[in-house]
């Protein structure tokens, strides 16, 4: 079975552009997180959307948005980009949203903002 | 939100025991207690988690404190690829509702000496 998918892999913008990045969940998972990690450090919480559904947002700038599609899949968008919003973008997906459950992370997708 | 306090390293012997201790000593009575593990370059992934009792799973035990404000990740025999940082969470059952993100903090880097 595929495992979280998340593209681009790698990409390279620079500052003041727009970036999408797009996760697909393990098929029957219907929660997908989004988390932010910088060099050095643990990831940050952005976003959970939990059935199309905004369910959680951790402390991020308007800048960021993200939505999730009728498939489960998700996208975040960063906009108006900065030198510190480079960072590895990490999508999680869950069956639901059980304190309990497991998440499953993708490999991310590296954004380096120039 | 609950934090946890991890060493941020730690060393060990290939083949030999190796045990992650964490602090959590503002825990709540419905927080569960998550480890993740990040191998370099790649997501985290799922390790174990617990309430109350100890756990067993194929990949390593949990042990957790009678008054729940401390545990420990127990791999059983380190290998070179056990080589990762690992993270000890807290999740809750009110952030089913409103968004149970991880908060992952800075972790351990264990490091596997052959």
């Known amino acids: 079975d595929a495992g979280v998918t998340q593209s681009p892999t790698h990409l390279i913008k620079t500052r003041g552009q727009h970036v999408t990045l797009r996760c697909s969940p393990i098929s029957g998972h219907k929660s997908v997180s989004w988390y932010q990690q910088v060099l050095g450090q643990g990831p940050q919480f952005i976003f959970q959307?939990?059935?199309?559904?905004?369910?959680g947002r951790g402390n991020f700038p308007d800048r960021f948005s993200a939505r999730q599609f009728p498939n489960y899949s998700s996208e975040l968008n960063v906009n108006a980009l900065l030198l510190g919003d480079s960072a590895l973008y990490l999508c999680?997906?869950?069956?639901?949203?059980?304190?309990?459950?497991?998440?499953?992370f993708g490999e991310g997708s590296r954004l380096t903002v120039l | 939100d609950a934090k946890t306090t991890q060493p941020n390293s730690m060393e060990s012997n290939e083949e030999e025991p190796v045990h992650l201790p964490c602090n959590h000593s503002t825990i709540s009575g419905t927080d569960y207690i998550h480890w993740y593990r990040q191998l370099p370059s790649q997501g985290p992934e799922y390790v174990i988690h617990?309430?109350?009792s100890n756990v067993n799973n194929r990949m390593a035990s949990l042990a957790i404190a009678e008054d729940r404000k401390s545990s420990t990740l127990i791999l059983h025999r380190a290998t070179l690829r056990d080589a990762a940082v690992y993270y000890c969470i807290l999740r809750d059952v009110v952030g089913m509702y409103t968004g149970n993100q991880f908060y992952f903090g800075t972790g351990t880097s264990l490091t596997v000496i052959p």
């Open positions: 959307y939990y059935e199309k559904e905004e369910r």
């Open positions: 617990g309430l109350t």
């Open positions: 999680a997906s869950s069956p639901g949203t059980s304190p309990a459950g497991e998440l499953f």
